[in-house]
């Protein structure tokens, strides 16, 4: 019998010439726990800017600035790299798909303040790949090469995985004061929205898809439940190749990943992106200014529900009228924490034909008002922010409340409200 392999979540080669083989028979679903971390300063809020990709119906490269000052949270995953191996606490990233750990010689000045760093010279399984990598940021860098190395998930280990090493760095992880260091990224996106991928038009398999085409896992997915952190750091799991349906308030429903074109005319799966239908709060629909449907990314490695300005003003006046816009966010009285108005966004269903759902199905991602404030202090906002720089995106906060299923076979993404 197939077992998936689940990991509680703490608060390659190039190219894709190698499919994706069917899982063998002692393949196993792998269980992890996701750990949660909670801060008040700048927050590891990754996001896809407009301005830098090949990608015509919207571009999606580069990332835009960094959420501040918000008592926010990321959640992580704790990996193994190198022979012998060397534990790292990386970011749970559905919102981007490189992997990477710091290097021996990023010091604390050169943006990396956890202790914990990667030494390829007492590794004997590392091999330079002569890539060089550097991510920008509106507000930060990351600066390194594209190695390879033996990387262990729970207990299962790759060899020959795709990773890259950062050599120094600016930003939020640069900045941490948190007494849980974070040392790199998880990255669980698509390929095609790997640095590699947008910079040189070559691609690897992500970890999740590495694990699936050698077997280890029985399906072609992984499902996280970000869950709400109360008596330990634990506070969920992601499970590579299975479901927990357990965990599922109702039934899982899936919708469709956006597809998008290449200039030479390339149709191709960026990321976790998939197009919503429409807004509503309570029985107030909300209308987009542009387009009939909005490109929303699932991603794990943001903290807000973002969206543009002209729309999230009129969804915020929809739910919030009196709420005090403070630069990108908004700042509401706190009785709005006993609002249970509904809050909607709902997604065409799957047109997938292995599918079973009806092909006239909407997914509605629905929870009340009161669950998209939070509390920072003696005050209260909403877990909105603005960027007209970015696409839409559905960041933890609000992806905390349901199940979601990222299967990279079929393309689509499974849903279902979390048991409270």
């Known amino acids: ?23 063998q028979a002692l393949s196993s679903p792998l ?14 809020t990754k996001r896809w800017s407009k301005n830098k990709s090949h990608a015509t119906q919207k571009n999606v490269s580069g990332l835009v600035p960094l959420l501040e000052n918000k008592a926010l949270q990321e959640y ?23 992997t990477w750990v710091p290097s021996s010689i990023c010091t604390p000045k050169a943006g990396c303040p956890s202790d914990r760093r990667f030494n390829p010279s007492e590794s004997s399984t590392y091999v330079h790949t002569r890539l060089d990598y550097q991510a920008g940021y509106l507000t930060a860098q990351v600066n390194g090469s594209y190695f390879n190395d033996t990387i262990t998930v729970g207990n299962f280990t790759l060899d020959n995985q795709f990773l890259f090493l950062v050599n120094d760095q600016t930003g939020s992880l640069a900045d941490q004061t948190s007494d849980i260091l974070l040392d790199g990224v998880f990255g669980a996106g698509l390929p095609g929205s790997s640095t590699l991928s947008n910079n040189r038009n070559e ?51 899936y919708i469709d990943v956006a597809q998008f074109q290449a200039p030479n005319g390339y149709v191709y799966f960026n990321n976790w992106f998939s197009l919503a239908s429409q807004i509503e709060v309570g029985s107030n629909y909300i209308e987009a200014e542009e387009d009939t449907s909005l490109p929303f990314l699932f991603d794990t490695g943001t903290d807000a529900l973002v969206l543009p300005t002209d729309l999230a003003d009129k969804v915020v006046q929809s739910l919030a009228p009196d709420a005090i816009k403070n630069d990108t966010v908004y700042n509401v009285d706190c009785s709005y924490l006993g609002n249970t108005r509904p809050f909607r966004i709902i997604f065409p269903g799957s047109q997938f034909t292995t599918v079973k759902q009806s092909k006239n199905l909407n997914v509605t991602l629905e929870v009340p008002v009161n669950k998209m404030v939070t509390r920072l202090g003696s005050t209260c906002q909403l877990i909105i922010e603005t960027n007209d720089d970015s696409y839409p995106i559905i960041g933890n906060l609000f992806l905390r409340h349901f199940i979601t299923v990222f299967n990279f076979e079929d393309y689509t993404i499974g849903l279902a409200p979390a048991k409270q």
């Open 1 to 23: 019998m197939l077992k998936p392999l689940v990991i509680k979540l703490s608060i390659l080669s190039l190219g894709l010439s190698c499919l994706l083989s069917q899982a």
């Open 76 to 98: 992580a995953i704790s990996v193994s790299v190198g022979t012998p191996p060397k534990e790292f606490l990386l970011v749970l990233d559905t919102g981007s798909s490189d």
């Open 203 to 253: 691609t690897f398999l992500t970890i999740p898809m590495e694990l699936y085409a050698r077997g280890l896992i029985p399906e072609p997915l992984f499902s996280v439940f970000l869950g709400q952190a109360k008596e330990s750091a634990w506070s969920g799991e992601i499970i590579f190749g299975a479901v927990d349906q357990e965990r599922a308030a109702s039934r899982i429903t």
């Open 31 to 44: 269980k992890f726990p996701l750990s949660r971390r909670t801060h008040s300063t700048n927050t590891l």
